[in-house]
């Protein structure tokens, strides 16, 4: 069975500094999706950055970027440049299967926030 | 249009009534989901909607009953609400079948049973 494990319930970070949020992961299906998602106060969930599993290079989207250790079955979220904005929790995801919909799975979240 | 709508954003219904959430998408996903989410937990997947056909019911209780008419629209129907079914509700949608494919989120639907 698949498994997302995130470790920090709670991080803080001064502005403009970055930040590492991690997310490990558990799975036996050699191909498998990883994503990183935004929630703000307001609900919505905020698609962030995409990592497949057999991509070689780490996926980058603006100040994300995502830190795929696949060896160590880590996809860790490094968010530069840190802004009041990005306070919010922040959940790591993953879904078994590169090339088809189906169930998405989130580990426990983070709740960033950023100090002025 | 890159959304997933939903309606209403918030609904307070009593034990006895009977509402529906609505969810709608315009990007010719062919796979929507519902999911319910508790405070500071993450979401938890209730459903889910392949070419309008039910794929995956994750042990639901009867009282949550999913229906998708067509290919854009997909409704939670509720009935005989407990309080602590009071979450917040979730649809997504995404490509079945393709290439690193993304889920694409509404805003949610914050229920609140009395």
């Known amino acids: 069975a698949q498994k997302i494990t995130q470790t920090q319930p709670g991080m803080f970070v001064q502005e403009k500094e970055a930040v590492t949020l991690d997310c490990t992961y558990d799975t036996s299906d050699p191909s498998y999706g990883l994503f990183w998602y935004k929630q703000p106060s307001s609900g919505e969930m905020i698609f962030l950055i995409y990592q497949g599993s057999y991509d070689q290079q780490n996926a980058t989207e603006g100040r994300y970027s995502l830190n795929f250790q696949k060896a160590r079955k880590s996809a860790n979220l490094v968010i530069s440049a840190s802004q009041l904005g990005d306070s919010a929790m922040y959940f790591c995801?993953?879904?078994?299967?590169?090339?088809?919909?189906?169930?998405?799975?989130f580990g426990q979240g983070t709740e960033l926030s950023v100090k002025p | 249009d890159t959304e997933v709508t939903q309606t209403p954003k918030h609904l307070v219904m009593g034990m006895t009534n009977k509402k529906s959430l609505k969810c709608e998408q315009h990007?010719?996903?062919?796979?929507m989901y519902w999911y319910k989410q508790k405070a500071k937990k993450p979401p938890e997947l209730m459903f889910v909607y392949s070419y309008e056909k039910l794929s995956i019911n994750e042990s639901v209780p009867s009282r949550f009953s999913p229906e998708c008419p067509n290919s854009s629209l997909l409704n939670l129907h509720l009935h005989a609400l407990q309080p602590e079914d009071s979450a917040l509700y979730l649809c997504?949608?995404?490509?079945?079948?393709?290439?690193?494919?993304?889920?694409?989120f509404g805003s949610g639907t914050r229920l609140t049973v009395v």
């Open positions: 995801a993953m879904r078994e299967g590169l090339n088809q919909g189906g169930k998405l799975i």
């Open positions: 997504a949608s995404s490509q079945d079948w393709g290439r690193d494919i993304v889920y694409t």
């Open positions: 990007m010719g996903h062919r796979a």
